[in-house]
């Protein structure tokens, strides 16, 4: 299957996507992850990307949509993929769909997830992250991990983004609504949006998800 996930910053989607990737064979592939990763390694990619992500403003187009593609041409991918973060205006949007269709293929389906911005800004700002693996994400009250600090994981250091600060959540909720919002009417328009509620128990929401998706292929 090949599936984009949209929603708001902290709406889930890392949390979803980890456990939707499982339950269908195929890899999670997050923009914001390969940015974080590029940042670690001190790469160029990752300084250039860097000041945009403090600020809560998109990463270029151009560098953005060329690391995506890159990683979906990896073996693992042949076969099909969960987006996060990507795409994230129409321009990436569109670049997508003439990727795929370079490459004989089709979305199945996005799946948009819906909170309300209250709930939005509580997750972000009790979000802690495990150095070793961004995919271990915790709570402090949601879902804290046993030992304040530490991943249950992987005893790996937890830590809060950069950009989780209370004025680049705000930020990054104005371009997600001036930005990426559009995205959602471009594929409604190709039959293609599943909308959730986002809000619940995290296995209440990948069931629900699971459920809109099988109605999708
Ligand atoms: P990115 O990393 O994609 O961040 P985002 O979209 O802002 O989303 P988040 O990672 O903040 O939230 P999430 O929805 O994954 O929530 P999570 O599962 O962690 O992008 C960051 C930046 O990179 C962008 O601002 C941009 O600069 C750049 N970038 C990335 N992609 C780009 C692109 N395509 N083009 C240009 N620039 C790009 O959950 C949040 C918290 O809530 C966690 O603590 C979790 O434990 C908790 N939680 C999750 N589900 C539940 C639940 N059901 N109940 C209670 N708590 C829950
Ligand atoms: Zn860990």
């Not at 939005?120 to 991990?145: E, L, Q």
């Amino acid at each position: 299957m090949r599936i984009v996930l949209v929603g708001p910053p902290g709406a889930g989607k890392g949390t979803q996507a980890a456990f939707l990737a499982k339950n269908l064979s195929i890899p999670h592939i997050s923009t914001g992850d390969l940015f974080r990763a590029n940042i670690s390694q001190q790469t160029d990619l990752g300084k250039l990307a860097k000041s945009y992500m403090d600020e809560g403003n998109l990463v270029p187009d151009e560098v953005t949509i060329a690391m995506a593609k890159d990683r979906m041409e990896q073996p693992d991918a042949v076969n099909g993929f969960l987006l996060d973060g990507f795409p994230r205006n129409v321009s990436q949007a569109e670049a997508l769909d003439q990727a795929l269709k370079a490459d004989g293929v089709e979305l199945d389906g996005v799946l948009d997830l819906e909170v309300p911005e209250d709930e939005v800004v509580k997750r972000i700002a009790g979000r802690r992250i495990c150095r070793n693996d961004s995919s271990h994400v915790f709570h402090v009250t949601y879902s804290p991990p046993k030992k304040e600090g530490v991943c249950d994981v992987c005893d790996g250091e937890l830590y809060q983004r950069d950009d989780d600060t209370e004025e680049t959540v705000r930020k990054r909720l104005e371009v997600y609504h001036t930005q990426t919002e559009p995205i959602i009417d471009y594929y409604g328009a190709q039959g293609l949006v599943v909308t959730i509620s986002a809000l619940g128990k995290v296995d209440e929401v990948t069931k629900r998800a699971m459920d809109a998706l099988k109605g999708q292929s």
